[in-house]
């Protein structure tokens, strides 16, 4: 008997021809990277013909859908997910979370965050902490997500001295984001969150595909002995088996001069 179509997600055949547009594939393209008939691909973009729980499986692979993405198709194509989605705080991600936490203690006196695919901030070390509370003046901040506190202008963004290639960067890497899964409703519904903030340039309504992004992100902060330095590093976690492990990202700050180091340092020590 095969297995029932779930009603409550889009059909398979929908998602099928959205990524196929968004990977730039034609139904020949995708069939010779599945391993499977064309005629076969198009009956399943058709409903003409249902797919087997291994020929979903190859189809997610062959169009490098993110494991949550991957998830959706299956339960499009009436299958139960293939990938767990585990809380991080639960037992099975204690040694994950173990070696999370290592990292944000090693990484002090300097500042790191831990944040999901929404840019919404889960964890961060004592630095992080410290050192938002100085530069702010002891206010907190305002919003539990990264991207809202950069863009709005009464939270964290009069800090930066370069807001706007620091806002443009991370408005950028949101685009891309959305490119590379367009079933990603709440990434589109943010990206016209922080749109909405006032003086946000109105081209940035639209993907940049003709400029590269820096390599380097360089952060210019205002402080109370001047202008502080930092430049970011992204940890993910390589070939990861669970949809909340692959969508974490760990964002580490390393001081670029050497008033910023001294900086951290102090404020390490209390004396900021």
Same mark, same amino acid.
């Given at each position: 008997?095969?297995?029932?179509?779930?009603?409550?997600?889009?059909?398979?055949?929908?998602?099928?021809?959205?990524?196929?547009?968004?990977?730039?594939?034609?139904?020949?393209?995708?069939?010779?990277?599945?391993?499977?008939?064309?005629?076969?691909?198009?009956?399943?973009?058709?409903?003409?013909?249902?797919?087997?729980?291994?020929?979903?499986?190859?189809?997610?692979?062959?169009? @490098?859908? #993110? !494991? *949550?993405?991957? %998830?959706? +198709?299956?339960?499009?194509?009436?299958?139960?997910?293939?990938?767990?989605?585990?809380?991080?705080?639960?037992?099975?991600?204690?040694?994950?979370?173990?070696?999370?936490?290592?990292?944000?203690?090693?990484?002090?006196?300097?500042?790191?965050?831990?944040?999901?695919?929404?840019?919404?901030?889960?964890?961060?070390?004592?630095?992080?902490?410290?050192?938002?509370?100085?530069?702010?003046? @002891?206010? #907190? !901040? *305002?919003?539990? %997500?990264? +991207?809202?506190?950069?863009?709005?202008?009464?939270?964290?963004?009069?800090?930066?001295?370069?807001?706007?290639?620091?806002?443009?960067?991370?408005?950028?890497?949101?685009?891309?984001?959305?490119?590379?899964?367009?079933?990603?409703?709440?990434?589109?519904?943010?990206?016209?969150?922080?749109?909405?903030?006032?003086?946000?340039?109105?081209?940035?309504?639209?993907?940049?595909?003709?400029?590269?992004?820096?390599?380097?992100?360089?952060?210019?902060?205002?402080?109370?002995?001047?202008?502080?330095?930092?430049?970011?590093?992204?940890?993910?976690?390589?070939?990861?088996?669970?949809?909340?492990?692959?969508?974490?990202?760990?964002?580490?700050?390393?001081?670029?001069?050497?008033?910023?180091?001294?900086?951290?340092?102090?404020?390490?020590?209390?004396?900021?």
């Amino acid at each position: 008997m095969g297995a029932a179509i779930d009603s409550s997600h889009p059909p398979i055949g929908a998602l099928l021809k959205e990524w196929r547009a968004t990977r730039r594939m034609s139904q020949l393209d995708l069939a010779l990277e599945a391993g499977i008939s064309a005629r076969h691909l198009s009956c399943v973009e058709t409903g003409k013909s249902q797919a087997s729980r291994e020929t979903v499986a190859r189809l997610a692979h062959a169009l @490098g859908m #993110p !494991l *949550r993405e991957h %998830n959706r +198709l299956m339960l499009a194509a009436g299958f139960a997910p293939q990938f767990s989605e585990t809380p991080l705080d639960t037992t099975a991600l204690e040694r994950m979370t173990e070696a999370i936490e290592l990292i944000l203690r090693h990484q002090e006196p300097y500042p790191a965050f831990v944040i999901n695919r929404h840019w919404e901030i889960l964890l961060r070390n004592q630095a992080g902490a410290r050192i938002i509370s100085s530069v702010m003046g @002891g206010r #907190p !901040l *305002r919003h539990k %997500n990264m +991207l809202h506190n950069v863009f709005d202008p009464e939270d964290f963004r009069p800090v930066i001295v370069n807001w706007t290639d620091i806002a443009g960067w991370y408005i950028r890497h949101l685009h891309e984001e959305i490119a590379a899964s367009p079933s990603d409703h709440d990434s589109r519904q943010l990206l016209k969150e922080i749109l909405a903030y006032p003086g946000v340039p109105s081209h940035w309504r639209f993907r940049d595909v003709d400029s590269e992004i820096s390599p380097v992100l360089t952060l210019v902060y205002r402080s109370p002995v001047g202008q502080l330095r930092f430049f970011e590093t992204i940890t993910t976690f390589a070939g990861p088996r669970d949809v909340t492990l692959e969508e974490l990202r760990i964002e580490c700050f390393y001081p670029a001069d050497e008033r910023t180091t001294d900086f951290c340092a102090r404020v390490a020590k209390g004396e900021l």
